[in-house]
């Protein structure tokens, strides 16, 4: 059962650190989200995993498929699936690269999606969603009907503000308020 204090308090315990970053998006930043510290861990990602369903749940979502960017999204997504699975509900997974292997398929997205699912975007941490939107836009071009995105925590940066101009919705388990931390604007 998801328990938001619990995942709360392991991302405090093990994820959030102190000091000068730059972050994926180019911005510089005095901390950072390490959630791969939690969702790389059993218990973290069993939370993770729930929260995410309860999220889609409460949020009337239903999503043939759920995944990101690779590598962040990729234990999100498996936490996702796993936890679908343990209560009945089908739901695939999928992987989206940055770039073709140049050989095999050359897909940009590998999984069992295909043209016409309902796609949820997982992300670890939205910053100003640019990762998120590349994924969104290459599960689009096979096809798939993006329901929005979904991350772990919003550092509240303009992440939703981005992503409401492509016509997604942004929904999140925490935001950086949630651990006593106002946005860098």
């Known amino acids: 059962m998801y328990d ?4 709360q308090s392991m991302i405090l315990r093990k994820a959030l650190k102190f000091g000068d970053f730059t972050l994926a998006s180019g911005k510089k930043s005095t901390y950072y989200l390490d959630c791969r510290q939690v969702t790389l861990d059993s218990i973290g990602a069993r939370f993770i995993g729930e929260g995410f369903l309860d999220l889609f749940q409460s949020e009337n979502m239903k999503p043939d498929a759920v995944g990101g960017m690779v590598i962040g999204a990729d234990p999100i ?5 796993t ?3 343990l209560r009945d509900m089908p739901l695939k997974g999928f992987m ?6 140049g050989h095999g398929t050359d ?3 590998e999984g069992p999606i295909v043209a016409g699912d309902h796609a949820v975007i997982v992300e670890d941490v939205v910053t100003t969603g640019g990762s998120a939107l590349e994924a969104a836009e290459r599960v689009r071009a096979v096809g798939g009907i993006i329901d929005g995105v979904v991350a772990i925590i ?3 940066e303009g992440g939703a503000e981005t992503f409401a101009e492509k016509g997604y919705t942004l929904r999140s388990l925490l935001t950086v308020r949630d ?3 106002e946005p860098n604007k």
């Open 4 to 7: 938001k204090l619990v995942l």
């Open 77 to 81: 997504t498996a936490a996702i699936i």
């Open 83 to 85: 936890v679908a699975g």
């Open 96 to 101: 989206v690269r940055k770039q073709s292997k």
């Open 107 to 109: 897909k940009f997205v």
């Open 154 to 156: 919003d550092r509240l």
């Open 179 to 181: 651990f006593g931390i």
